[in-house]
């Protein structure tokens, strides 16, 4: 099981903030980046927020990262429906040989 | 355009082997780690292995060091996962995911359609 904790589902409805919090230790969030991945229903996961707060080309803005100490944020403005995902933070351990470190996943719904 | 294709997955029996392939496209392969990550039916992401550029190191979740082995062909532009003794709690599918990497962060930028691996007899 997963060191890195998330809340297992949210909802919310179309327009609304939503806030989706990554807790984890010094041994991997305290001392390293943060990327976050969202996974659409029947899809492969897609990288959405990188480096805490970065957004790779074509992620909109409406998606945005932030970290402090061992916990990371992502939080999505105006949600909507095509944001009815899986999201998974993650991070790497100590070094790349301690391994990467995966969220529990949150599953959000968007009403 | 970056493409990460896996294959070989299907059913195997309990102590069973697989051997999982994952060809890339779009990108000079041999500048990047790669990884492995499964996702057993209706749970999260786990990171399985990862394997560097010139595929003299690699690291394993603890879970599977000394049965899965990966492995690299950059003049094939592939990346292997060698399967040994599976479980039947192994169900997944089986990603395959581009590492990047700068300035000491690394996160995978880009990740195949997955391969669906079923151990059961």
């Known amino acids: 099981q997963s060191v890195v904790t998330q809340p297992p589902s949210l909802s919310a409805a179309p327009g609304q903030k939503v806030t989706i919090s990554c807790s984890g230790t010094?041994?991997?969030?305290?001392?390293?980046?943060v990327s976050w991945y969202q996974q659409l229903p029947g899809t492969a996961p897609k990288l959405l927020i990188y480096?805490?707060?970065k957004r790779p080309s074509g992620i909109p803005d409406r998606f945005s990262g932030s970290k402090s100490g061992t916990s990371a944020t992502l939080v999505i403005t105006g949600v909507q429906t095509g944001d009815d995902a899986d999201y998974f933070c993650?991070?790497?351990?100590?070094?790349?040989?301690?391994?990467?470190?995966f969220g529990t996943g949150t599953k959000l719904t968007v009403l | 355009e970056v493409q990460l294709v896996e294959s070989g997955g299907g059913l195997v029996q309990p102590g069973g082997s697989l051997r999982l392939s994952c060809g890339a496209s779009?990108?000079?392969?041999?500048?990047?780690?790669m990884s492995w990550v499964r996702q057993a039916p209706g749970k999260g992401l786990e990171w399985v292995a990862s394997?560097?550029?010139?595929?003299?190191?690699?690291f394993y979740v603890d879970s599977v060091k000394g049965r899965f082995t990966v492995s690299r062909d950059n003049a094939k532009n592939s990346l292997y996962l060698q399967m040994n003794s599976l479980r039947v709690e192994e169900t997944a599918v089986y990603y395959c995911?581009?590492?990047?990497?700068?300035?000491?962060?690394?996160?995978?930028?880009?990740w195949g359609q997955g391969s669906l691996v079923t151990v059961s007899s």
């Open positions: 480096e805490n707060n």
């Open positions: 995911a581009r590492v990047y990497c700068i300035g000491g962060n690394c996160y995978f930028d880009y």
């Open positions: 993650g991070t790497w351990g100590y070094s790349l040989s301690t391994g990467y470190v």
């Open positions: 394997i560097r550029q010139d595929g003299d190191d690699s």
């Open positions: 010094s041994s991997n969030i305290g001392n390293n980046y």
């Open positions: 779009g990108f000079i392969v041999s500048t990047y780690w």
